[in-house]
């Protein structure tokens, strides 16, 4: 919902770029839920887009492997400094935008370049790191396989933070209003909720990577 002087861009009816949420945290939300409370006709704009970004992340290796290859050693910084709010902020992290685990297989993804600080490693990778992150960028923006969808009053969009980016565009609301609560579940809570249910069920699976960098 769009708000006076918002403390966050979600809050505003700006254009969201693909992203992943809260990535300055050691262990950002897993499941992410998107309630549409209300979302009239009168709104123009604003529709959800998603995007898988392991999926992504394999377009780039095989067009670009070089570049790839940066992304998976040289590390990104995130942060949020923010002190003028109720709960005042300073949190920073850093890691690579992209995991692989011993087999080469991508384990994570992150995202998020509203929330990016100064890169901090040896000069002689920032011209390398911007240019993979630009090339990457590029292929998010024109990938064909976005999923776009206007969520109407009283659905709820469930997805997975740790490996789809989410966007929204721009959106006007001169007479009407755009109102979508959100929250999140714990990655970890819900993979165990899963592995318990299918091992009561004897299905001899283990639940599938959710994109929290582990190595399995």
């Known amino acids: 919902m ?121 000069e002689e990778d920032v011209k390398p790191y911007y240019e993979a992150y630009h090339v990457f960028a590029r292929l998010l923006e024109e990938s064909d396989a976005k999923l776009r969808h206007r969520l109407q009053p009283g659905e709820c969009v469930i997805f997975n933070n740790r490996r789809m980016l989410h966007a929204r565009d721009a959106y006007t609301q001169d007479t009407g209003s755009r109102h979508l609560q959100g929250c999140y579940v714990n990655i970890d809570e819900f993979k165990n909720k899963v592995q318990v249910m299918m091992t009561k069920r004897n299905t001899g699976q283990f639940a599938k990577r959710v994109g929290n960098q582990c190595q399995f």
């Open 2 to 122: 769009s708000v006076p002087k918002p403390i966050n861009i979600a809050y505003s009816s700006t254009k969201l770029g693909f992203h992943m949420d809260l990535v300055y945290y050691e262990s950002p939300p897993g499941l992410q839920l998107l309630h549409a409370l209300r979302f009239d006709l009168e709104v123009e704009g604003g529709e959800s887009i998603f995007l898988d970004a392991h999926y992504m992340a394999e377009v780039l290796r095989e067009k670009y492997p070089h570049h790839f290859k940066t992304l998976v050693r040289v590390p990104a910084s995130f942060q949020k400094i923010h002190f003028e709010r109720d709960w005042p902020v300073y949190m920073q992290y850093q890691r690579p935008h992209i995991v692989v685990n011993s087999l080469n297989e991508v384990t994570c993804v992150t995202w998020a370049p509203a929330f990016e600080a100064p890169l901090h490693v040896p």
